[in-house]
């Protein structure tokens, strides 16, 4: 469920209209809701009550400011990725000891960040980074908490690029190998091994996957507490997906995979980490564009938007599919027809959708990307110069601006000329 319903035939965020929200900021741009954004937070924080946890939204799907301070105030943790997504968290008020720092390639440099910043552990994805936090841990006379990042082999059933879980993926340790890991872990001085870490793919839409893979993380806890090691929290990953295509999608709810979690691990008396990024941002961000052209080919009609591949990358990379829905209704009784819809880089592979069914639309017409709210923004780029899409928050009635267009000076002057030009 959203907060972007039709009022009257005209599309709003919340209580903001989103025509209003065009003729201020212009198009194209992304636009967020705030109690969308923390109705799905509640929804994992309540799946997992009566176990002792945390929710650390991976920002990596949606990094603004003001989404990570809204979710920060409403008890989230993060998960971040990076050196910068670290620095982002607390710049947006998250504490230290709220933040945990996965990634198959953290460099010294971010490990020391981290742990002169405060972090609550480190997901470490390998022996090599294992002995270099030791190192960099030992220099600062810290003590590095750690989960080790189990690869459990199991398939996620989804898009190949963003399937973790198996062992042909770069994430993680491969789990035959985890009781002699954690053997070397435990003789580090610079590291306190605390659990276990585990993230196997992002959109999924079936639980069996998940269900595989936390079976062979509540064997691993009792393997490894038999050979000693203090177990008492356990990182779930993130990875729930969002319905994008609404027409025909019923995908497991938070609920559900609570209730999965309480299953397999409930017994083992962890602390429960997860790590939600698109279920928690998805549904709660659409991208608007205007039409520039209504073009027709050989056979063919193309609607040409002014947002493209470089504003959301997602259907070109991932052969992703997004609603794309009128700002304003089509009347009644009116029938779509198949159409092309094309951004304007060049680029055939920046198109969002081909023959989609669509009602009449015409140049100067608003359209609306829905689930646009998570890897959208964040994976922007300026290719083609084409300014970085702006972003608002809405929260009931008012909107806020929360990254700005670039200018095209502030654009070009980012450049800078060698002297022997
Ligand atoms: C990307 C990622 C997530 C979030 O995945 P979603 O599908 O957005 O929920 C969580 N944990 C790790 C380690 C990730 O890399």
């Avoid at 109705?39 to 990596?60: I, N, P, Q, S």
């Avoid at 990094?63 to 409403?74: D, I, M, P, R, W």
């Avoid at 910043?117 to 960099?136: K, Y």
């Avoid at 209730?259 to 429960?272: F, N, P, Q, Y």
């Amino acid at each position: 469920m959203d907060h972007f319903l039709y009022r009257d035939g005209a599309l709003y965020a919340e209580d903001v209209a989103i025509s209003d929200i065009a003729e201020a900021v212009g198009t194209p741009f992304y636009v967020y809701s705030t109690a969308t954004l923390l109705r799905h937070f509640r929804l994992f924080d309540e799946a997992l009550a009566g176990m002792e946890h945390l929710v650390c939204y991976a920002m990596k799907a949606n990094s603004n400011q003001a989404v990570l301070k809204t979710l920060a105030q409403a008890g989230a943790g993060m998960d971040v990725v990076s050196g910068g997504e670290y620095r982002r968290a607390r710049a947006a008020g998250v504490p230290g000891d709220r933040i945990v720092f996965s990634g198959v390639g953290k460099t010294r440099e971010e490990i020391r960040t981290a742990l002169e910043g405060g972090i609550r552990q480190f997901n470490v994805e390998s022996e090599p980074e294992m002995v270099v936090l030791d190192a960099v841990a030992q220099e600062l006379g810290r003590v590095a908490p750690i989960t080790i990042r189990v690869n459990p082999d199991v398939d996620a059933k989804t898009h190949a690029k963003i399937a973790t879980g198996k062992s042909e993926n770069k994430f993680g340790i491969p789990i035959a190998r985890a009781r002699e890991v954690y053997a070397l872990a435990a003789q580090m001085p610079g590291l306190q091994v605390i659990g276990i870490d585990v993230h196997i793919g992002s959109q999924l839409t079936d639980l069996a996957p998940f269900e595989l893979a936390y079976q062979k993380v509540a064997e691993l806890t009792e393997e490894l507490r038999a050979d000693g090691h203090q177990i008492t929290r356990l990182d779930l990953g993130g990875g729930l997906g969002i319905p994008y295509e609404r027409s025909n999608a019923d995908p497991p709810l938070p609920s559900d995979y609570g209730a999965l979690v309480k299953r397999t691990l409930g017994h083992l008396g962890c602390e429960i980490e997860i790590e939600p990024g698109r279920l928690i941002a998805g549904n709660a961000g659409l991208l608007i564009s205007e039409v520039i052209y209504v073009k027709s080919g050989e056979g063919r009609e193309f609607l040409i938007l002014d947002g493209a591949m470089n504003d959301l990358i997602r259907p070109a990379m991932y052969d992703a599919y997004h609603d794309i829905i009128p700002v304003i209704e089509a009347a009644p009784g009116i029938e779509p027809q198949p159409i092309d819809i094309v951004g304007p880089v060049c680029e055939s592979g920046d198109t969002f959708a081909k023959q989609r069914p669509m009602p009449p639309l015409h140049a100067g017409d608003l359209v609306a990307f829905r689930s646009a709210g998570a890897y959208g923004a964040v994976m922007a780029s300026e290719y083609n110069s084409r300014p970085l899409v702006p972003e608002v928050l809405v929260k009931g009635d008012q909107f806020a601006v929360i990254r700005q267009r670039p200018t095209f000076d502030e654009m070009i002057n980012r450049d800078t000329i060698p002297e022997w030009l």
